[in-house]
């Protein structure tokens, strides 16, 4: 079993920053890609960004430039860095660590981004 702990969520005016933490407690966290999925009201869940146990990433296209994901192993944690930020990338965001064809979530956590 994994948990994972999500935090730094909030209500943001477009154009600002926020940062998103995701605390993993599993061992052997630094062998697992992990990655930052979102859903917005109405919309299915969708990828954001993700990190590979090498340190390969990959963004959607819609936050490429504006995001960046990092992963500290030694605190088993990983972020989400998120600048520039639109009314569009409204959403609850979500952890996700991927152990072969099994996918573990946490529970959330909401991104407003509004004047």
Do not use: H
Not at 3 to 18: D, I, K
Not at 40 to 58: F, H, V, Y
Not at 82 to 99: G, I, R, W
Request: net charge positive.
């Amino acid at each position: 079993q994994v948990q994972l702990v999500e935090s730094g969520g909030g209500l943001v005016q477009p154009g600002g920053s926020l940062r998103l933490s995701c605390a993993a407690f599993r061992r052997t966290f630094s062998i697992y890609t992990m990655g930052w999925y979102r859903q917005a009201p109405g919309k299915q869940r969708e990828l954001a960004a993700a990190i590979t146990s090498g340190g390969i990433t990959n963004y959607a296209d819609s936050v490429k430039g504006r995001f960046t994901i990092s992963r500290d192993n030694a605190k088993n944690t990983v972020y989400l860095q998120m600048n520039s930020l639109k009314p569009e990338d409204t959403a609850v965001y979500y952890c996700n660590l991927q152990s072969g064809a099994i996918g573990y979530w946490g529970q959330g956590t909401q991104v407003t981004v509004s004047s």
